[in-house]
């Protein structure tokens, strides 16, 4: 197979895949659930917004009658000189109010909007910073962003415009609906006898629109998470020559997308032409019927004029609270995805009432624990055991031990299935979750480095540090000779993952993180796995400061690393096998003898 046969292999793969559009009727409880977000406003910039719609809506109301039938059929008709000119500078003054009443409709509802969409991300935001492990492992950081970023601001038109028109739309629309049948009745119904043919179609399209804005949502999160995983990806794309097929992946992916745009708009597009087309009908019928009854002189030229004006104004709100229904459904489709987030409850989360310990020793406790990722196979089978305060423990075993499981036990990142898990004797559940992670410090194998200065890399570890702080964290850990070296020194700026340093420089970089923090607690999972030898020395040297009178857990492959731990557990398939220290568990010829064996053989190998 040659790659264009690839390409098209895989781009029809991802053109024609499915994805599931919940079909549900429009919820107005989530609706409200949604406008909920306006209540901070409602003593400020909301009955201001709805003080200039009232304004505008009796404006354009009144103006109409004072145009045809008082100017038309009382001051023209009449030769009235003094009222014409009273009505003309009284019609040019209400529409200057008008003029002024907009311009701060305009603004007012646009901060409006614009504080309603702030609160709303943050919202989300901050319920997705609390949300338990399992829930982001479960998700791609790419449909995260998408309902973070694309989704809120699919709501933007919604609250900036579509809310307050709304009301203004259905102030206008029953204004004219009184002064039309007010000036003429037989005329009114006559005009009016379409509108339930357009209301029937239009309530046929809701439907569809709805389903293709949902299907929308879709498509954008499939394609947001495609390209969050091909850019942090690039690397190993590149080096296995995958690039034509990551191609093929995204053009499948894209092509879904703007073929689910192309439906929404089409549909979305519907509406307007319907309206438009009722409106000319409705001109027909006015013009039509409207000359009969002038000619009957059941009317005169004045209200006739005036109706013109308000059969006018009829169709434009219509019209309009048309868009806000599609703005409704737009809403509607991003509401269920944000919603669907912030509904999530937090599987780990604090007692009803946690205690608040400042300060740890440090012991350690698993009493019968047992834990499992899924329902297939436990992670930890009934493992019991006790860390010392200040002591330093190594974890060992093959790869699915069980070796992290009881790391991020510790953190409670999970919770424990069964048994307990105590730090100086109180289950950590009974504990505050902030407390208790602010006591401990992860180092992981994989340093994250955030996108800014190295200085504010190592500050995350304690935000209120100083720069002297920060600095002699960083000659403690051997940082510092590296650091100084880089072209602006602590200020140089660092991209996100930190891919202009090494990974032994990352590594450092992090343990000087973690000594800033300074943790009661510090678990080092396959920490120093991707150091070289030289910086490992160093790296052993700081450890002793770094780990002095603190609880220690070390988990590494590199056995040479935890030959000074005061114990070592080997786990294998979720249980704890052996314990001792180096030399006690070498004397046993055990699972560790063989592990340590295995390891210098394959040294002398290479």
Do not use: C
Not at 251 to 267: H, P, Y
Request: no cysteine; hydrophobic share 45%.
């Amino acid at each position: 197979m040659n790659n264009q046969e690839k390409k098209v292999l895989i781009k029809e793969r991802f053109q024609y895949s499915t994805d599931t559009i919940i079909d549900q009727p429009f919820n107005w409880k989530q609706m409200w659930r949604l406008l909920s977000y306006l209540k901070p406003y409602v003593k400020n910039l909301l009955p201001l917004a709805f003080l200039a719609v009232i304004v505008s809506a009796i404006v354009r109301l009144v103006a109409p009658i004072l145009i045809g039938k008082y100017t038309l059929d009382y001051a023209i008709k009449n030769n009235d000189t003094r009222l014409l000119t009273i009505l003309v500078s009284i019609i040019a003054g209400m529409y200057v109010l008008s003029y002024i009443a907009n311009r701060f409709r305009i603004k007012w509802t646009n901060q409006l909007g614009q504080n309603v969409i702030y609160d709303l991300r943050k919202h989300l935001f901050t319920h997705v910073q609390s949300l338990s492990h399992r829930f982001f492992d479960q998700r791609s950081a790419g449909s995260i962003l998408v309902r973070i970023m694309n989704d809120i601001n699919s709501l933007q038109e919604l609250f900036t415009s579509g809310v307050i028109n709304l009301l203004m739309d259905f102030l206008l629309l029953i204004g004219v609906v009184v002064l039309l049948f007010t000036l003429s009745p037989q005329l009114t119904l006559a005009i009016l006898i379409i509108v339930p043919i357009m209301f029937f179609i239009s309530t046929s399209l809701r439907k569809k629109i709805r389903r293709s804005w949902q299907s929308v949502r879709l498509k954008q999160s499939k394609l947001n998470s495609h390209l969050n995983e091909a850019i942090q990806g690039i690397r190993v794309t590149q080096s296995y020559t995958q690039e034509q097929e990551n191609i093929a992946f995204f053009d499948g992916v894209n092509t879904e997308n703007f073929q689910s745009w192309r439906n929404a708009t089409r549909r979305n597009a519907m509406f307007t032409p319907m309206v438009e087309m009722t409106n000319a009908i409705g001109t027909a019928i006015l013009l039509w019927y409207g000359a009969t009854l002038i000619a009957n002189e059941t009317i005169s030229i004045g209200i006739f004029v005036s109706f013109a004006f308000y059969l006018g104004m009829f169709w434009e709100p219509i019209s309009r609270l048309g868009q806000v229904y599609n703005q409704l459904l737009i809403g509607m489709a991003s509401s269920e995805r944000i919603f669907e987030f912030i509904d999530e409850k937090p599987i780990v989360k604090d007692a009803l009432n946690p205690i608040e310990v400042n300060e740890m020793k440090g012991k350690i406790e698993f009493e019968s624990v047992e834990f499992a990722y899924d329902s297939k196979r436990k992670a930890l089978n009934s493992v019991s055991f006790t860390i010392d305060a200040g002591q330093t423990v190594a974890l060992v075993g093959h790869t699915g031990s069980g070796k992290t499981t009881i790391a991020n036990l510790i953190s409670r990142f999970y919770d424990v299935t069964s048994g307990e898990v105590r730090i100086d004797g109180v289950n950590i559940k009974d504990i505050s979750i902030e407390k208790l992670r602010s006591q401990i410090s992860v180092v992981l194998q994989d340093t994250f480095i955030f996108s800014g200065t190295i200085i504010d890399n190592i500050r995350f570890g304690n935000p209120l540090a100083s720069d002297e702080e920060v600095i002699e964290a960083a000659k403690a850990v051997g940082a510092d000779d590296f650091i100084q070296k880089l072209s602006d020194g602590y200020l140089t700026e660092v991209e996100e993952r930190g891919n202009v340093l090494s990974v032994g420089e990352r590594q450092l970089i992090s343990f000087a993180r973690t000594l800033l923090a300074n943790p009661t607690i510090i678990i080092l999972d396959e920490a120093t796995a991707s150091i070289d030898t030289e910086t490992e020395i160093k790296i052993q040297k700081a450890l002793k400061t770094l780990l002095h009178g603190r609880t220690a857990i070390m988990i590494a492959h590199r056995l040479s690393t935890i030959r000074e731990a005061d114990n070592i557990f080997v786990l294998d398939h979720g249980e704890i096998m052996e314990q001792g220290n180096h030399t006690e568990l070498m004397e046993q010829r055990g699972i560790y003898y063989g592990l340590v064996k295995a390891q210098f053989q394959m040294l002398e190998v290479g």
